[in-house]
């Protein structure tokens, strides 16, 4: 694989990625919308008093599991919530490499960049490496950064116990691990959606095939069903990583470019 070949599609991308205001808004809009409600949330319960947090009593309280019974309604109560909210910020990785996936391949359909770009001696491999990874790249790091900045909020909200439970290794591993293969996964359904079809609005929903596990495993956390520990971790790391392999190796196997142009039409 040339090197400065992936090296020049990287660039590329990242440049027409800066054109696309749509792509750009939702890069920044989601993360900031994301932290805002976790810190937002957390400022505001850590100023209700302990009694509503009574699962028999108060209002905001609810049944918490084993593992966070000796923390108390109240701190169990915000731990759960922030436990989901972890999950919420791991849809960055997964909703945003999908937009720029779709437009970086059915966006060069529509401009006609397409055609000479796959006259060029590129490899397959390397017009689908370098795509990938201009993809994946910003979102990864915008998760991170959106972990480290909830992190720093919360210590200026909240107590030092939530704050503790919220860096535990169960999610700081999660961020650093599962962010980049959510990423991952969603850019090769991504290329694989959009070298089939030419609408870029309709290869972005192929995201919602794992954004509705994500979202319904947070809801388990939620209601105390589920509790995220370093083992769990490990078995949904595996499995990712599995996943991952099996449509890395069919958006190759469909990215077929001496076809790919005359499906659009």
């Excluded at 959009?194 to 209601?223: E, H, K």
């Amino acid at each position: 694989m040339n090197e400065s070949r992936v090296q020049a599609i990287i660039t590329k991308e990242w440049l027409d990625m800066g054109k696309n205001k749509m792509v750009l808004i939702m890069m920044a809009l989601l993360p900031v919308i994301l932290v805002a409600m976790i810190l937002g949330t957390a400022w505001l319960m850590q100023r209700t008093p302990e009694a509503d947090f009574d699962p028999n009593t108060g209002s905001s309280g609810m049944a918490l599991p084993a593992e966070l019974a000796e923390l108390g309604a109240k701190t169990g109560t915000m731990v759960l919530i922030n436990d989901q909210y972890m999950f919420y910020l791991l849809l960055i990785p997964m909703a945003l490499p999908v937009y720029i996936a779709a437009y970086s391949i059915i966006g060069e359909k529509e401009t006609r960049s397409l055609e000479p770009l796959l006259a060029t001696p590129i490899t397959t491999a390397e017009l689908l490496t370098g795509k990938i990874i201009a993809a994946v790249v910003p979102a990864v790091v915008l998760a991170w950064l959106s972990y480290l900045l909830t992190a720093a909020g919360m210590i200026l909200v909240a107590s030092p116990i939530i704050v503790a439970y919220m860096v535990r290794p169960v999610w700081t591993l999660s961020m650093a691990l599962h962010g980049p293969l959510f990423a991952l996964l969603s850019t090769a359904c991504g290329v694989i959606a959009s070298s089939r079809l030419n609408d870029a609005r309709a290869a972005q929903q192929i995201t919602a095939l794992f954004i509705v596990p994500v979202i319904g495993l947070s809801m388990a956390v939620l209601m105390g069903r589920v509790y995220i520990n370093l083992n769990l971790l490990l078995w949904a790391t595996a499995v990712l990583v599995l996943v991952n392999v099996g449509v890395l190796w069919l958006a190759v196997r469909l990215f077929r470019r001496e076809t790919i142009l005359t499906r659009w039409k």
